[in-house]
């Protein structure tokens, strides 16, 4: 799942208490018991996932 941290909130990462989730940025994380509970709680909410940019298709001159 995609999440966000709530509007003006830091959210330590699972396993990682020095890195954090900001509301900046969406960043996919596992549906583990962590996580769901951070939602329940209102620390994060979900986010759509960033779209990647389309890869060019066409081919050059050759």
């Known amino acids: 799942m995609w999440v966000k941290a ?5 959210v330590p990462m699972e396993g ?5 989730i900001t509301e900046d ?9 962590y996580y769901l509970r951070r ?5 994060v ?6 779209v990647a ?3 060019s ?3 050059g001159s050759e």
């Open 16 to 20: 990682k208490p020095n890195d954090y």
């Open 6 to 10: 709530n509007a003006g909130l830091k």
């Open 53 to 55: 940019p389309k890869a």
């Open 45 to 50: 909410v979900l986010a759509d996932a960033p």
């Open 39 to 43: 939602l329940a709680d209102g620390d």
């Open 57 to 59: 298709t066409s081919k």
């Open 25 to 33: 940025v969406a960043i996919e994380v596992p549906d583990s018991a």
